[in-house]
Structures are given as C-alpha cells and as structure tokens.
C-alpha cells in the first residue's frame, strides 16, 4: 500500500520504517528541512535500537522516502497518517495545533479518497475535530471527495520502539467506517500473522484508550513509589514489598519499579491532559492528579537526599556531583521531563556543578543546556566521577549495574552514592566502606540507628 506519515519523530518515523519493512511504500513528511535533509543521507536525530539499520535498509530498497512537500505527501498515499507532537498547553490541555495543521493540510490537497489515521496522542473528541476541519476546507476548495477519519493510537515505548511496533501487543483502531476498516486490515495485516491483534471500535474509545492505558502505567510508578516513601519512613525495604507484591498474579512485576520518578515526552503530559479532559466534563480526577503530583515530589528525591547528606542546601555550594544517566529511561537520547533535568537544575541553584555522563543523551544534553557553566560532559562514567563528591544516578543503564567499585572510589573526593535506580546491594556497599543512598530502603544513617537501637 501507498502510504503518507506526517512527522518524523519516534511516532512517525519508527512507524515509516516498519510500514516500509513489511513492505508498504511509504513517503514521510515533515515540516522540519535540517531534519529531512538528514533523513535523507541517513542521519537520525533520535537514537533508537535498530532504527538506523531499518531506516537505511528501507530507503535503499526504494520503500521509504522523506520529504519536505506536503502536496507530493497527500498525492502518494491512501492512508495518511498523522504523527506530529501534541504538547502540554500552558493549562495541561493537549495543543492540538500541529495535528489540526496536518489535516488541514491533507485536505488542501487531497485529490481522491483518503483514509486520515491519526497516530498522535489526542483528547476525546480530535477525530470529530480533525472530522471538521477536513470537511470546512474541502467546502472552501468547493471540491467533494470522501474521506474518512481514523484513531490509531500508538504504543510504541521508546527504547524499545522498533521491536513493539512490528510486533504489537495490540492495534487499536477507531472508526466505525466500513472502508476504512477494510483499508486498515491490509495495512496491519503483515502484524497479524501470528494472531489477530487488531482491536477495532469507535475513535472516541480508542482515544481514551491510549490516555487510559498511559494513565494506568504512570499510576503504578506513582503507588510503588508512594510505598517506597513509606518503606524509607518504616524502616522496610521497597525491594522485598515489590517482590512480595509482584507474585500476586492480580498485580504482577511489571512496572511497579521505585525510582526517583517518571519522565518522557508521553507519561507527565498525557496525565496532565486527561486532567484537564476530566474538568472540562465537570468530573474531577483525583486519583490522576495524586499520580501527578507524587510524580513531582518524587523527582526531587534525588536531591533532597543530597542536600540532607550535605547537611542543607547550602552546603552544596561548590560542590562537584557526578550523574550517571541523563535519559528520561535507558535505550533512548530523550532528555524530556527527564528526572535528570529536575536534578541538575536544583543543583545549579544551589551553587553545586555537575559531571555527567550519559551512553547516548550526551549530544541531547549539549543541545538543551549549552555551554552551561554548571555542566560538564564527560566521555565516559568514571571520568565523571574524578574529584566528585558524590554520585547521582537517574537512569537504570545495563553499564551502571555492575561498575568497578574501587575504581570509583579512587575517582572520588568521597564515597556517597545517591541511587534513583536501586542499582546496588544496600549491604554490600555500606560493607566496602560507601554512604549509599536508595529510593525505598533504609537510609545509612537510620540504619545505623536500627541497629544501635536494637543492640541496646
Ligand atoms: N514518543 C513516544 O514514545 C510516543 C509513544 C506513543 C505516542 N506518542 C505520541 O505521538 C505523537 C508524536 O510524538 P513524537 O514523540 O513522535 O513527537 P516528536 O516531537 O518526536 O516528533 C514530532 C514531529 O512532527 C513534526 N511536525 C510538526 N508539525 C508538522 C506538520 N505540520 N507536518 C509534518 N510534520 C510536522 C515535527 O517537526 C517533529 O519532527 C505525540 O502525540 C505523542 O504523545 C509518542
């Protein structure tokens, strides 16, 4: 099939490559010239496992093009797919203004019948909007040709994005259109091999579909971290509750991991928005925004346990503190909400500077902070521990799960580890001499006031 995808960011262009993969023709378009430009000689902007090897596969054989010319996008395909950024308005609110300017865009153009699929993730209601939108403009052309509108909501996780995409775990389509339906069967079909996965109902479900489903994963991370706050207070060990939990087939092991909060480019902004989506039906979503606001608290852990060992903020004027992981999450350069973010800029505030290093948001973190006078990049992980006084890790890298100790110790100015990730065995380092700080386990400090107390 001949196929349009409006953006080319995770959504787009992972989707362009797959679709291309299995052997669909597809053009992706984006308003963004450095970027296509680079598509076009095979440099990505974002970092993704497999993605390049797939973009450049896909382009040499002649199935995946890019291009900067909306009219030359909507004439090639018979699915136009939407896939542009949808970010947090100034009220939480979804801004719908790039996704209303692709469609508005496809029916400027569009000549002959076209399926419009809406990848982005949408408030309830877009389809009809986008519905609108596409009907106005064709009135104003005078011209009528059909078209339908679909909701197609990616799941996709960043880092792991190629392999979900071509091997889903669900296809949720919305639209109660016959045609489009059958048009996106033989799409998807080439990913149902195996066994159906497509899920079809109407575009308002699988919109709120996506924001449920995004809503349930951040709610999870919030309820372990919740409990982690506790375990610290109660002198229990977050990692024992998780397994104890997690046997519970009702609950699971998946994502209920403790952690200095989560980030990224979807989870924040889609809680926020289905917040706002909540008040605007009059209905108040307390559950949500408890999620969203032990999200916030929980991405200033990292540094309140720091300036607590320091003994107050004012303490860490001057200090140097090394980061392992800039990364909203490991596998990918997205630097978005990242709780690394939350981190370093406290720490400037309080007259710290920073020595970080990350496997692949290096260049990411260049682009976002510049020639910061607090930051300094280094090439690998135990250069950013020269002269440091403490560590703070924030991303879960496989790299930083079993690091040389005593290389480490010999870099830094002190032994302190501040851990977002509960890399390490809390024992084992308190044993070989390191101040080890995690989410969810008892402090060093109250540990060894357990321990006083029992002995008297
Ligand atoms: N990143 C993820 O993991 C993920 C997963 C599932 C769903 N989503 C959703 O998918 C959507 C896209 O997310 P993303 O992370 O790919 O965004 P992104 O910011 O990485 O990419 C968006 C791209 O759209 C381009 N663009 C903007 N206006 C355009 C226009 N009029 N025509 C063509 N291109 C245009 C931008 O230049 C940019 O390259 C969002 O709604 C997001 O919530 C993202």
New binding site residues.
């Given amino acids: 099939m001949n196929i349009s995808i409006?953006?080319?960011?995770?959504?787009?262009l992972v989707s362009g490559a797959c679709l291309a993969e299995v052997g669909h023709n597809v053009v992706c378009?984006?308003?963004?010239p450095v970027?296509i430009e680079k598509l076009k000689t095979g440099i990505l902007s974002?970092w993704e496992p497999g993605l390049e090897a797939l973009v450049e596969h896909n382009v040499m054989e002649g199935r995946l093009r890019f291009t900067t010319d909306?009219a030359h996008a909507v004439q090639h395909g018979q699915v136009q797919f939407i896939?542009?950024?949808?970010p947090s308005d100034e009220d939480g609110s979804a801004d719908l203004q790039?996704v209303l300017?692709?469609a508005e865009?496809i029916a400027r153009h569009m000549q002959d019948y076209k399926v419009i699929v809406n990848?982005?993730?949408?408030p309830v209601g877009t389809a009809d909007k986008a519905q609108a939108r596409v009907a106005q403009v064709l009135a104003e052309r005078g011209v009528k040709i059909l078209f339908d509108i679909v909701s197609n909501?990616?799941?996709?996780?960043?880092g792991a994005?190629v392999n979900d995409f071509l091997k889903p775990e669900r296809i949720i389509v919305g639209t109660e259109s016959e045609r489009a339906q059958t048009l996106m069967r033989e799409l998807y079909e080439p990913f149902n091999r195996n066994h159906e996965r497509t899920i079809f109902m109407d575009a308002r479900s699988a919109e709120l579909t996506k924001y449920a489903a995004n809503a349930m994963l951040a709610t999870k991370i919030s309820f372990i971290n919740e409990m982690a706050n506790l375990a610290e207070r109660l002198g229990a060990d977050i990692e024992e509750v998780r397994k104890g939990i997690g046997a519970d087939s009702r609950i699971g092991y998946h994502f209920i991991y403790p952690g200095c909060g989560y980030g990224?480019?979807?989870f924040p902004?889609?809680v926020k928005a289905l917040v706002h989506t909540a008040q605007q039906v009059g209905y108040d979503a307390q559950l949500l925004q408890a999620v969203e606001a032990i999200n916030d608290i929980q991405k200033t852990t990292l540094f309140t346990k720091l300036a607590a060992h320091f003994g107050g903020e004012a303490q860490l004027v001057g200090k140097t503190i090394a980061v392992w992981g800039l990364a909203f999450k490991p596998n990918t350069n997205d630097m978005r909400e990242a709780p690394s973010c939350t981190l370093m800029e406290a720490l400037w505030q309080s007259g710290a500077i920073v020595q970080a290093y990350d496997p692949v948001a290096m260049e990411e973190a260049g682009r976002i902070y510049g020639k910061h006078a607090g930051l300094t990049l280094c090439g690998d992980k135990y250069s950013a521990l020269q002269g440091a006084d403490a560590l703070a890790i924030c991303t879960e890298w496989q790299q930083f799960r079993a690091p040389d100790f005593a290389e480490m110790a010999t870099n830094m100015r002190s032994k302190v580890i501040v851990d977002g990730r509960n890399l390490y065995q809390p024992q084992k380092l308190q044993a070989e001499g390191w101040i080890y700080f995690s989410v969810g386990r008892t402090a060093p400090s109250s540990a060894t006031t357990h321990r006083m107390v029992e002995s008297s």
């Fill in positions: 409006f953006g080319t960011g995770y959504v787009g378009m984006d308003v963004d970027k974002i909306a896939a542009v950024g949808t790039y300017a692709v865009s990848k982005s993730t949408v909501p990616e799941f996709l996780k960043e994005a990224g480019s979807c902004k889609d």
